[in-house]
């Protein structure tokens, strides 16, 4: 089940999503691949020594040979796209993690082969490298790529994590909800005033940015920008027959099904003294946050171990209705 709360495949579940090593750990390797093949294509038109690096006025400022430039970008990409990768590809990380990880490591990866193959072009049958110019929308370009391929990648990952039934009911000094009334939802975050306000900020940066160097190539940044604030900012949270999940723009982020409740109690949530920060959060001893504010929580345990807590205004609805719906799933 892609994104939602299923069970494992097989009885120690699936070790690697086809998914996250196709995107995470095989477009990586093409992308360095591609840049080492166009090397060796073009190495009779390029010159001795080629430029990398420019300076803020637009001039060279760096050069080394062509096949030096090639295992160094062919490096950057495996160590930083490709390790990204390798978290999105493996089954026992949260989901989440893993889809913030390989949307990470598509944008990485087709900023640094994009820009790498626009400078490698621009210098093709050139005499001096220190005539050649940078094409700023290879930057944008590079980002455009690497966003949609990330997201196509990201929403195409499954929850494959081994699914541990609880063992017994919540303690029973924990409380209920009688009757049961299911869904329990809600969408926490900025609201939508604020959500309008920072957008528009966006947008409006965007904008006076492509004016001032006159080009539209800064747009692909503030629209990852944008999925950004997304991302860390607004949720939906839904507890039914099925379990908890946390959606964000549509997509699945945490899953866990009521079948692995052990508890779940009301407190007030800290973000920064206990997660260090807003949003999605990922910290040590299997705790995960979906944290937008200091208040009112429920947190969830499950029989794995992992811990799940959740920010919001109708935290003792939540907390009432999964010990119920934990306590259904230990007598089923």
Known sequence: MAGGVGTADGPAGRRVDPAGAAFGLGFPVLAAAVTAALTAVWADRLPDRIADHWSGSGAPDGFSSPWSNAWFIAALIIVIGAGAG?????????????????????????????????????????????????????????VLVGLVVGLVGAALLGDHRPRIPATAPPPPELPRADPLVLPVADTVGIGGRAAAGIYGFLAAVAVATCVLVGSPWPVPLFIAGALLVAVVSRFNVVLDDKGLRVLCLGVTMIGYGADEFTESRVHDVHPFAEFGGWGLRVRPRRRYGVVTRRGPGFTVRAASGDRITVTTDRANEFAAAANALADRAARG
């Open 86 to 142: 390798a978290v999105a590809a493996s089954t026992r990380a949260q989901l989440m993690l893993r889809r913030v990880m390989l949307a990470v490591a598509c944008l990485v990866t087709g900023l640094i082969a994009t820009v790498d193959i626009v400078l490698l072009a621009s210098q093709l049958d050139l005499d001096d490298p220190a005539d050649a110019r940078l094409s700023t929308w290879s930057i944008g370009a590079g």
